[in-house]
T-cell receptor
Framework: DAGVTQSPTHLIKTRGQHVTLRCSPI?????VSWYQQVLGQGPQFIFQ???????GRGNFPDRFSARQFPNYSSELNVNALLLGDSALYLCASSLYPGTGNNEQFFGPGTRLTVL | GQQVMQIPQYQHVQEGEDFTTYCNSSTTLSNIQWYKQRPGGHPVFLIQ?????EVKKQKRLTFQFGEAKKNSSLHITATQTTDVGTYFCAEYRNQFYFGTGTSLTVIP
């Protein structure tokens, strides 16, 4: 079985541009979460989606948005990029959301660099 | 922001020595998960602790949840070079809050 996949692997953008990151969860997993990990820090929660609905949102500005598709894959969109958005963006899938009692499987991440 | 504090931030050990990282919270933790992230990699789930005073072992790794459910620890016995990486604890409180991590370097 394939694990969580993310694309692209690396991305370089300039300030003010827009970016779309993609994630495919493990087959059978209906919940997808997005995290931002700045170098030297732990992952910071951005969004969680379950059955195509937003189930949670972290402390990120409205420039960050996401959606989940009928096949449970997900996109993270970031508008008006800032230098501080440079980070590793991680997608995690799990069977279900709502509690901490389930294992998250992380994808390899997308390394975003904003110049 | 971060709601769990993790110490130490860095730890260098000689191969064969033991290693411990601690996760502390000012409030009661409903549960705690531990992850390992290799350099250049992504977090990989290790274990979940739910019950007060719970102790779980995975080979050379021992995980503990405090009696008051306000702290947790990960102890590695006789470290190996394959143990290199950053170890994170994560608390679930409507969303996952990750600790700052402990970066482990093992000197051969």
């Amino acid at each position: 079985d394939a694990g969580v996949t993310q694309s692209p692997t690396h991305l370089i953008k300039t300030r003010g541009q827009h970016v779309t990151l993609r994630c495919s969860p493990i087959s059978g997993h209906k919940s997808v979460s997005w995290y931002q990990q700045v170098l030297g820090q732990g992952p910071q929660f951005i969004f969680q989606y379950y059955e195509k609905e937003e189930r949670g949102r972290g402390n990120f500005p409205d420039r960050f948005s996401a959606r989940q598709f009928p096949n449970y894959s997900s996109e993270l969109n970031v508008n008006a990029l800032l230098l501080g958005d440079s980070a590793l963006y991680l997608c995690a899938s799990s069977l279900y959301p709502g509690t901490g009692n389930n294992e998250q499987f992380f994808g390899p991440g997308t390394r975003l660099t904003v110049l | 922001g971060q709601q769990v504090m993790q110490i130490p931030q860095y730890q260098h050990v000689q191969e064969g020595e033991d290693f411990t990282t601690y996760c502390n919270s000012s409030t009661t933790l409903s549960n705690i998960q531990w992850y390992k992230q290799r350099p250049g990699g992504h977090p990989v789930f290790l274990i979940q602790l739910v019950k007060s005073g719970e102790v779980k072992k995975q080979k050379r790794l021992t995980f503990q949840f405090g009696e008051a459910k306000k702290n947790s620890s990960l102890h590695i016995t006789a470290t190996q070079t394959t143990d290199v990486g950053t170890y994170f604890c994560a608390e679930y409180r409507n969303q996952f809050y990750f600790g700052t991590g402990t970066s482990l370097t093992v000197i051969p």
